[in-house]
């Protein structure tokens, strides 16, 4: 009994484990999307100052709540997080959070029935990710020298 014991409470902590590190995004191809999707990246990437930019979907699986756990895998980068400030909902139901970046930096996060906007600092680069519909989302690198 107490090594089925041991066992389970292996199980649960594994489990746990594994969904705590989850990516956020998966990768999306641009030519599947419908036409007014590619015609919102296309004006989105004239402003002009952006480095480098790729569009994503988010999984459908993501429920982000204070102390969640995961990877921001962009650009070839996973940038692992987690939430540690829940700034609660504002009167238009959007929920904010601040996330602590494992490798230093931060990120600041909102979350309403739109979709998840997301602003990441990390090391010298600024990271910009916007919902653009249909679960896809946009993430550019921001040229920090351009920003006013």
């Not at 989105?44 to 993501?62: D, F, M, P």
């Amino acid at each position: 009994m107490k090594r089925l014991f041991v066992i389970l409470v292996f199980l649960i902590m594994y489990c746990n484990l594994l969904s705590a590190q989850e990516n956020l995004f998966e990768s999306a191809n641009a030519n599947t999307f419908p036409e007014r999707v590619k015609e919102k990246i296309e004006r989105i990437k004239t402003r002009g100052t952006l480095k480098q930019w790729e569009q994503v979907h988010l999984k459908s699986n993501i429920n982000i709540t204070k102390n969640f756990k995961g990877i921001f895998n962009i650009f070839d980068k996973n940038l692992a997080f987690e939430i540690t400030k829940d700034f609660g909902k504002d009167v238009n139901g959007v929920q904010g959070y601040k996330a602590e970046l494992e490798d230093g930096g931060y990120a600041m996060l909102s979350s309403s029935e739109n979709g998840i906007l997301a602003s990441i600092w990390y090391k010298e680069s600024f990271y910009s990710v916007e919902p653009i519909e249909d679960g896809v989302y946009f993430i550019g690198e921001v040229n920090i020298n351009e920003i006013a």
